[in-house]
Nanobody, 119 residues
Framework: QVQLVESGGGSVQAGESLRLSCAASGRPFSTYARGWFRQAPGKEREFVASIRWSNGDPYYSDSVKGRFTISRDRAGKTIYLQMNDLKPEDTAVYYC????????????WGQGTQVTVSS
């Protein structure tokens, strides 16, 4: 069993920053990538950012590029999402996910953490 637990969400004003964390625990697995997704009320879940595990290359959606930064700790257990210059449209539940080596897509998901940005 693998658990991904997000933390760091909250309510902020536009222009402020938040840092999300996602800690992995449980049965070890080989990681292809870890990522962040979000789902706003009434909308489908969307990709935010990911990090390729083999080389650390980050990828971002156009909507967050230049404002958000994904990173990982040296132990390879926790990933982070530094979110700067937050906008009201960033309001959503943020989920972290893991894409195992050999899987077709992200197959482990956290429970989500709420981020609310007010203008």
């Amino acid at each position: 069993q693998v658990q991904l637990v997000e933390s760091g969400g909250g309510s902020v004003q536009a222009g402020e920053s938040l840092r999300l964390s996602c800690a992995a625990s449980g049965r070890p697995f080989s990681t292809y990538a870890r990522g962040w997704f979000r789902q706003a009320p009434g909308k489908e879940r969307e990709f935010v950012a990911s990090i390729r595990w083999s080389n650390g290359d980050p990828y971002y959606s156009d909507s967050v590029k230049g404002r958000f930064t994904i990173s990982r700790d040296r132990a390879g257990k926790t990933i982070y999402l530094q979110m700067n210059d937050l906008k009201p449209e960033d309001t959503a539940v943020y989920y972290c996910a893991a894409h195992r080596v050999g899987a077709n897509t992200y197959d482990y998901w956290g429970q989500g953490t709420q981020v609310t940005v007010s203008s």
